[in-house]
């Protein structure tokens, strides 16, 4: 881990993939992760950890079905949501964002179960795949 102060505007120029997360630093056990997204992601539940984002840029939108049924929540920029362990939930963002994540390091960004995972997807990590 870098000993020096990071950028996030730095490093989110640094790459162009989408919904393909990168660790700029750890936290203990955790990974802090920048991503850029646009477009939908998969319905998927992380079964033994919270999701936690920061909204850097844009407008995130994440679906989320609950006992009481399903709803949207409306993250604009600045704004954190927590998505609590075992809820099934689907973040997309129709204009694109750029967002901040705190997750268990090795968490796979497509949770513990999952949607069918489309072919531009890699399976194992979630990770959009590079042409």
């Known amino acids: 881990m870098s000993s020096e102060p990071i950028p996030l ?61 399903e709803r949207t929540v409306l993250l604009p920029q600045g704004a954190v949501f927590t998505v609590p362990r075992g809820t099934e939930h689907k973040p997309y963002a129709p204009f694109g964002a750029a967002i901040l994540m705190f997750e268990p390091t090795g968490t796979p960004t497509v949770g513990d179960r999952h949607d069918e995972i489309p072919a531009h997807v890699d399976s194992t990590t979630g990770h959009a795949l590079t042409p």
């Not at 630093?25 to 992760?33: A, E, I």
């Not at 919270?50 to 679906?63: A, C, K, N, T």
């Open 9 to 69: 505007s730095k490093a989110l120029a640094s790459f162009d993939a989408l919904w393909s997360p990168r660790i700029v630093t750890r936290v203990n056990n955790y990974d802090v992760r920048i991503a850029k997204v646009e477009g939908e992601h998969i319905w998927h539940v992380h079964d033994d950890t919270d999701e936690f984002f920061l909204v850097l840029d844009g407008e995130l939108h994440i679906s989320l079905r609950e006992p009481d049924g």
